[in-house]
């Protein structure tokens, strides 16, 4: 289980001082979305949960360990961004073998494979990451976290700017994964259909607070 | 905030050894020079008349060069931005790219084929009208055209880039409030161009005021001299040690204030690639035919000096050129100098630019006090050549070779390596780090989220995005070092040479068909680096930075 304990986080931009304080929970094969205007500091409550940045007081916990103080490669969570998930240079097996620690050639190659059908792209294998489009890209970007086997995963708002079919499938997929290898999964996003469609539980960011819908 | 250092260890640590490095060495030079001054004439109290008078036209040789430069720029770089269709249009912007690393003896070289008492501007007069332009060329409107050639170029390329990025939108509203050309200029075009108006002729400004070569040759007489040409001149005509001294105090002091209050100083250099701005309209027919002139004009300019050494060179005797064996010698130390500084510099961009980033990104090393001042030392230390004039540098050094026993060669060429690495690294640090900063931005998130880091991160991370730019230095810089005639002038002679101060020996003995032959060399080397080794690196390439 996730914890979020009253992590406390500040900082000032030009006009003025912006004050976060986070407090959130969310079980094994549990999916929770964050809701919020833009600049309400949804990407902020990931990027501390993941160790991007530096919490002033507060603690998270998983499974009853505190992962505070752990530099983000350490932490185990597995993130997809909005943008540069991939490596676009680079072939869609590559790209999901980066997020390997120690790479076995032959289980490997089983393993990429199997995890390709699952998201649907098993031809894709070799393909060059730019030749995708962002819908495939996305689906690597979701392979890869899920061969990294953590136990949470963050999505900071993946699925925008897909069409809305695409759109669907991950979304579908995300439920899927959650429920079937009984991971943690935060989503953030601005759209609250997303939401209303796998999400177990919502919270709104408001005023630097969340608040469970 | 001390765990942040500690985690970001291993690209700040060689950073800040570079950094330091390069601060001892601006430290050494300028203690040396100091500790050879007389204790009982204080050099800042009372500057000589002849020092005033260098000072006086220095500055203003450095003042007419920027202004003209800069109004050619904008002119040019306005005129180019709106004829994306004119012919032969990117072959003259690689041209005008090119023209920051022609050696400025070519330019001279070109310039006097053109433009010199038996140039081919003479001869048509003559022809023509039956009378002769009267060596024009030499004194300050000299200096001054070849300012412009090299410098009105630079500005244009940074400028058109500027132009280009102007979102064609604001385009669209202009056309659609009926805005005139020049009320278009004034509210959409001067505002996104005027930054970099300002960094661009603080540079041309540094150049020229530090200009040596085109001085050297173009400025005729002693009235037409600069403080570096007078440097020279005091070291190795006089032999009077104490007036170099107190010019090298007096352009050091200069240069030290210009460039420590251009906080903002940036150099501006993309690389040859220019983004076209297609507006699917036309400009009206008079305006039109004012920027292909406009073109026409500097385009013919810029080439055709470039044009008479081609044709000039090729008349040359190439064998007798390669039996010499001074122009052998010139040609191989040349190749190794540039080639060892190009490594050198590319080496030390990559690791300043490494650790310069990491205070920029707020998700590295948060800002603190100590970070701003880490920070401030990379940043000056990237731009010392711009502070320390290379024949300040190099009288620093002629002094440290008469204070310390070690061979002449050794001094000469950790002299020349030495100016060469500081020349081109303003240049490099501007363009390799927003590229670094880029990438870091990008994929820094997920390079931590999946441990990516030292090697593997260099090989899947960095180079893949950054090789475009490192080939671009890699051109930029051993070009520079290939071209130089700063350095080489205090410490060169017959047994140590380079292509440049051999070509100068050339037309100093009037040996014009076989300073013709090694001048097309010398261009030919120049522009097949600058303009195919940036190519290699790009091949193949499906990283986008």
Redesign the interface.
Known sequence: MLKVNSIVYKYKDENQENRYDFTLEANRGEIVGIIGASGNGKSTLL?LI?????PISGDITNDDKNISNL????RP???L?Q???L????SVEKNIL??I?NINRKNDAEKIDEILKEVGLEEYKKK?A?SLSGGQQQRVALARALL?NKPILLLDEPFTGLDFQTRTTMLKLVKKITKTKQICTIMVTHDSSDCDKIADKVYEVKNGKLTLL | MIKQYI?FRSSLIPGLLISSFLLSLAFAIFFTLFGATDPNEPLFLILSQRVLTLLKFTVFQATLSTIFSIIIGIILAWSLAHQPRFFARSLLIALFSSSLVLPTIIVVFGLITILGRNGWLNHLSLYLFHSSFEGFLYGLSGILIAHVYLNASYATRTLLHNFESIPKERYKLAKSLGFSVFKRFLLIEWPAIKQSVLSVSSIIFLLCFTSFAIVLILGGNPSYNTLEVAIYEAVKLDFDISLALELAFVQLSISLVLVFFSSSLKTNISNLKTQSLLIPWKEPFFISLLQVFSIFAFGLFFILPLLAIVIDGIGADFIKIVESTVFVKSFFTSIVIASVSCVITVVFTIFLSNAKRNFALK?RI?QSKIGKVLEFFISFSGTLYLAIPSLVLGLGFFLLSQKFEAPFLFWAISALLSANVLMSLPFSMSILYPAMLKTAT??D??C??????GFRRWI??EW?YLKESIGYIVALSFCLSLGDLGIISLFGNQDFSTLPWYLYGLMGSYQNSDASGVALILLSLTLSVFLFVPKIFAKG????S
């Open positions: 990027d993941s160790g991007f940045l530096t530099m983000p490669e350490k969570i597995t993130i961004f943008n540069y998930n490596f676009e240079h680079l980066l997020g620690e060059i730019s990294r | 985690r998700s948060p990008k994929y998130k997920l931590f989220s999946l441990d990516i880091k899947y991370c893949p390439n499906f990283a986008k």
